[in-house]
């Protein structure tokens, strides 16, 4: 008797919890330089959100030195997202280009040191 395939419940996103310094600012700078919206900020500012579309984000507050978290994120249209990131001031600390193993990428960094690295096919 063959064994039967489990079936598997439907789970959402995972949400990134960020390393930062103050909840409030970083808030501020991926509203401002990275097109998310203010989410929520917890009473004592310890832990907060932004979202844009179906991403959210959470920040908690740390006391350095920590350990920046790296995500990599797929962009359907590099171009126009590195341009969008461009014209809004993001910290673009390395320019789109093809890399070596095949993706083009660009790599944002935000005010705690978080990286983000853009990539299509």
């Known amino acids: 008797m063959a064994a039967e395939k489990k079936q598997m419940t ?9 390393p930062v310094i103050d909840v409030e600012r970083a808030q501020q700078h991926y509203r401002d330089a990275l097109g998310f919206e203010i989410a929520w900020l917890y009473p004592g500012k310890e832990i907060g959100a932004v979202s844009r579309g179906r991403v959210a984000i959470f920040f908690r507050k740390r006391t350095p030195p ?32 093809k890399k070596p193993w095949g993706l083009r990428q660009f790599t944002v960094e935000d005010l705690d040191g978080n990286l983000f690295h853009f990539h299509h096919d």
């Open 10 to 18: 439907s789970i959402g996103q995972p949400v990134p919890e960020l």
């Open 66 to 97: 920590f350990e920046p978290a790296i995500h990599w994120v797929f962009a359907e249209d590099i171009d126009a997202t590195y341009q969008e990131l461009q014209s809004s001031g993001a910290n673009i600390v390395d320019p789109l280009q």
